[in-house]
């Protein structure tokens, strides 16, 4: 019984995750009741499971926070980025690329709304970590240092601004990314 009670709880991560990545698709192409709904039946699906501690609830929670800051719900998406962090933290640690990323998220979140010093803490801490662990790639860093380099534009640091937004663009080309994806 217990093995097969694992082995269905590894189903249902599965499928959640595979409905999470359909979700934050969704919210890539701006079909936002379409990746609420996917990312809603994923959290179901884990609750269901009794897989409220996984990583893969911290990664839903973030497409749902990130749903509501695109639908300017700052206060249920700041709640959810919480509740997003404290799920990766708790199941990865600090120094997962999934934490790295949702770091980044948090960061925008902050600018647009204004607060560029939370944004760039966020985004510092995310270099960091880059910096610190394997878990980046160049496109990750790219991101992050795009950002970065916008935040710093905003508060008129604009010569590190300009030096981190060039950086962004050659690991970009290094990377061979899509023009758009900074």
Do not use: C, M, W
């Amino acid at each position: 019984l217990s093995v097969d009670q694992s082995a269905r709880q590894a189903d249902e991560e599965q499928r959640a995750t595979a409905l999470s990545n359909v979700a934050a698709l969704a919210l890539d192409r701006g079909n936002l009741a379409e990746a609420e709904q996917k990312a809603r039946s994923a959290v179901d699906k884990l609750n269901k499971a009794g897989l409220q501690d996984s990583r893969v609830i911290g990664l839903v929670l973030a497409n749902l926070a990130a749903i509501s800051h695109k639908q300017r719900n700052d206060d249920e998406a700041l709640r959810l980025y919480s509740q997003a962090t404290e799920a990766i933290l708790k199941s990865d640690g600090a120094t997962s690329g999934e934490y790295v990323h949702l770091l980044s998220e948090i960061g925008v979140f902050d600018f647009d709304r204004g607060d560029y010093r939370e944004a760039r803490e966020k985004d510092l801490q995310a270099l960091d970590l880059i910096g610190r662990t394997s878990v980046s790639n160049n496109r990750q860093k790219a991101i992050v240092e795009n950002n970065l380099g916008l935040v710093l534009s905003a508060t008129a640091d604009f010569g590190e601004a300009n030096r981190l937004l060039t950086e962004a663009v050659a690991l970009l080309q290094a990377d061979d990314a899509e023009p758009g994806i900074a």
